[in-house]
């Protein structure tokens, strides 16, 4: 990984007051970044994050992440977490990134399970993105019945998309001129990981 090394949990998990941290990783700047899942009380740090997200890229589908109030983000992470997971980027406490994973619930989609993913800047390019997705995708081959993760990204998004097919998604469609940002239009590019029984 690019400047950062990685501690993988297993049997020796570290606990948190919140859950349990899946990773560790080592920053180029001698800080530590926890992977572990976000939780509902957590809500307003979710919304500052979100934020502080929306602030500084035009990658993102949908500012309403942006706008929730505290009680919507606490709804909103709650059922995230009951309908698959909602991983977070911790350094030195603070939220900086997030992955959500989720489940379709209609029977004839439930071997579904979509990501979306987003990344201050700050910690791009350290091997968190690539953490996050490995979290995701163990929590999907864990439930057994996940067999296909999608997940959308926009065709100016180059570095995201070079990373997901270095983690073998693959691009199934495209919807062309999907998306005007500063003015020009973009598409928006579906991928897919099939994962392996």
């Known amino acids: 990984m690019d400047s950062a090394s990685v501690k993988r949990g297993g049997s020796g998990m570290t606990a948190t007051t919140v859950g349990k941290v899946f990773q560790t990783i080592s920053l180029s700047d001698g800080r530590t970044c926890a992977i572990r899942v976000v939780q509902p009380d957590e809500a307003q740090a979710y919304v500052t994050f979100m934020q502080q997200l929306f602030s500084e890229s035009n990658h993102f589908f949908s500012k309403d ?27 030195d406490g603070e939220l ?17 399970a979509t990501l979306s993913m987003g990344l201050l800047s700050a910690l791009q390019r350290q091997g968190i993105g690539k953490a996050l997705v490995a979290e995701a995708l163990a929590w999907a081959e864990g439930k057994g019945t996940i067999e296909k993760v999608p997940l ?22 495209r919807r062309v001129k999907e998306w005007r940002v500063d003015g020009q239009y973009v598409d928006e590019v579906i991928m897919y990981k099939w994962l392996s029984r």
Not at 96 to 112: D, E, F
Request: aromatic share 10%; no cysteine.
């Open 152 to 173: 959308y990204v926009r065709s100016h998004n180059t570095p995201a998309i070079s990373l997901y097919q270095k983690l073998g998604f693959i691009e199934e469609g």
């Open 65 to 91: 992440a942006a706008d929730m109030t505290v009680a919507q983000a606490h709804d909103f992470i709650e059922s995230e977490n009951r309908r698959g997971k909602m991983f977070g980027a911790y350094v």
């Open 96 to 112: 900086l990134g997030h992955l959500g994973i989720a489940r379709h619930a209609p029977a004839r989609r439930n071997h579904v």
